[in-house]
């Protein structure tokens, strides 16, 4: 569960499962509002109760604005392939966990990697 304090982003459900985001909106100390949250959903806008399910069928899109806490879990039944449209951030400063933790878990790498980070491809040849 985290927020952003700056970056506005879009999610997009590319196609398989469905997404679950729970919702929240952060009040001024950066906890949880037990406050209605104002969605805006492939161009409907409408008010869910603080702590609500949105669901994301695929082909569907949701906005996610700056101080909106969320999560999402991918429901048992199969993968999803997600997109992400969203303004530029810096993850090291632009994300408030609800419970701290680190920006990527800790990795025991007891085999070789079959899809690679960005940062992971090796350099480009001449």
């Excluded at 199969?78 to 419970?99: A, P, Q, Y």
Aim: charged share 25%; hydrophobic share 35%.
């Amino acid at each position: 569960m985290h927020f952003h304090w700056n970056k506005m982003e879009d999610i997009i459900n590319r196609g398989g499962n469905d997404i679950h985001f729970t919702l929240y909106n952060a009040t001024k100390d950066e906890q949880l509002a037990d406050t209605d949250v104002e969605i805006f959903q492939d161009g409907r806008r409408y008010f869910v109760p603080a702590g609500s399910t949105v669901v994301l069928k695929p082909g569907e899109s949701l906005s996610l604005y700056p101080y909106y806490y969320h999560e999402f879990v991918i429901p048992e039944g199969g993968s999803v392939l997600i997109g992400e449209v969203s303004m530029c951030n810096d993850d090291n400063t632009d994300n408030r966990f609800l419970k701290p933790l680190g920006r990527f878990p800790a990795i025991e790498e007891d085999e070789a990697p079959y899809r690679l980070l960005c940062n992971e491809y090796p350099p480009a040849k001449d």
